[in-house]
């Protein structure tokens, strides 16, 4: 059962564009949130992360929402450039160290 | 500093067989964590290792194991593989075992595994 879900497969974006990435869990336990970005032939990095006791935090051109009452997070990144495109993890956390990931949202930035 | 090491980074066994991944974790980390990576489920979590004892085990059959070293680096045994475990496998490390809110983990560039 997916606790964490990425509906969205793929998105293009126009490059200076706004991207929002989004993510939907079902566990209200979780209370730490975590965006990663994977290349191919590479690791997923870390991006940025948000605990739950904010509902926003920002980083350079990415900032992550947090609406804790529908349960959802969202990624936005201003302005999109083409070394954005990569395949987005969110992840999320309750008590202990283990981290639920969702399917993972392909971006492209069209130049 | 090097970070999260995997080998090999390619593999090709066929079904019936076993195989065993290896992980060498960024110097200083303790905690190490397994993940299978498929397309369409993401990346689902196998296991994690603090100091040489599992702490916590996903959703996989018993053919998956691993173990970690008092150098914490880790290894993962798949047994009687089947075409379903084609995957990609990612390690991932951190420094403090409980230390979750310091950025997750930093992963490996995993390793290929392909079934035939």
């Known amino acids: 059962d997916q606790q964490v879900k990425q509906n969205s497969p793929s998105l293009s974006v126009q490059e200076g564009r706004i991207s929002i990435l989004n993510c939907d869990y079902t566990n209200s336990m979780f209370d730490y949130f975590l965006w990663y970005k994977k290349y191919p032939a590479e690791g997923p990095t870390f991006l940025i992360s948000i605990s739950s006791i904010k509902d926003k935090n920002e980083d350079g051109r990415f900032t992550v929402f947090l609406n804790k009452s529908a349960k959802h997070l969202s990624l936005h990144i201003v302005p999109s450039q083409p070394g954005d495109s990569a395949v987005y993890f969110c992840?999320?956390?309750?008590?202990?160290?283990?981290?639920?990931f969702g399917t993972g949202t392909s971006l492209t930035v069209i130049p | 500093k090097a970070g999260v090491t995997q080998t090999p980074r390619y593999l090709i066994k066929t079904r019936g067989q076993q195989v065993t991944l290896s992980c060498s974790p960024i110097?200083?980390?303790?905690?190490v964590s397994w993940y299978q990576q498929t397309p369409g489920q993401g990346l689902q979590f196998l296991f994690e290792?603090?100091?040489?004892?599992?702490?916590n085990k996903g959703n996989f059959p018993g053919r998956f194991s691993g173990r970690q070293f008092s150098n914490s680096r880790s290894e993962m045994n798949v047994s009687t593989l089947e075409l379903g475990d084609s995957a990609l496998y990612l390690c991932a490390s951190s420094p403090h075992g409980g230390d979750r809110l310091n950025y997750g983990y930093t992963f490996g560039s995993g390793t290929r595994l392909t079934v035939v």
């Open positions: 290792y603090f100091s040489e004892t599992q702490r």
């Open positions: 992840a999320a956390s309750g008590y202990g160290n283990q981290f639920y």
């Open positions: 110097s200083g980390h303790r905690s």
